[in-house]
Nanobody, 121 residues
Framework: VQLVESGGGLVQAGGSLRLSCAASGFTFDDYAIGWFRQAPGKEREGVSC????????YYADSVKGRFTISSDNAKNTVYLQMNSLKPEDTAVYYC???????????????WGQGTQVTVSS
């Protein structure tokens, strides 16, 4: 399994970014793709997750209403649309995959290299 994130960058507070996670090495049938982030000096936190089987999505309370996760199975890519960004969203964002099960109970054993998101005030 290979995961490659892209789309990070520097944006002003209130702006938007769309992160992409291109996946390969597994069949896009029943999987979970999650987005996580880690800010300097803080623990990694789960941001969002999407299950391929039924398209169900999950969000951390801190991003609900601002972030949207989606997938394009034809492109084997999962997106994280981030709107109304805040300085506290600054972090390295990682995508991770469980190729065998959906989000509830997912075991994220495969990780991308991460992409930096910086939100200036």
């Amino acid at each position: 399994v290979q995961l490659v994130e892209s789309g990070g960058g520097l944006v002003q507070a209130g702006g938007s970014l769309r992160l992409s996670c291109a996946a390969s090495g597994f069949t896009f049938d029943d999987y979970a793709i999650g987005w996580f982030r880690q800010a300097p000096g803080k623990e990694r936190e789960g941001v969002s997750c999407i299950s391929s089987s039924d398209g169900s999505t999950y969000y951390a309370d801190s991003v609900k209403g601002r972030f949207t996760i989606s997938s394009d199975n034809a492109k084997n890519t999962v997106y994280l649309q981030m709107n109304s960004l805040k300085p506290e969203d600054t972090a390295v964002y990682y995508c991770a995959a469980d190729p065998y099960r959906g989000c509830p109970g997912a075991d994220f054993g495969s990780w991308g290299q991460g992409t930096q998101v910086t939100v200036s005030s």
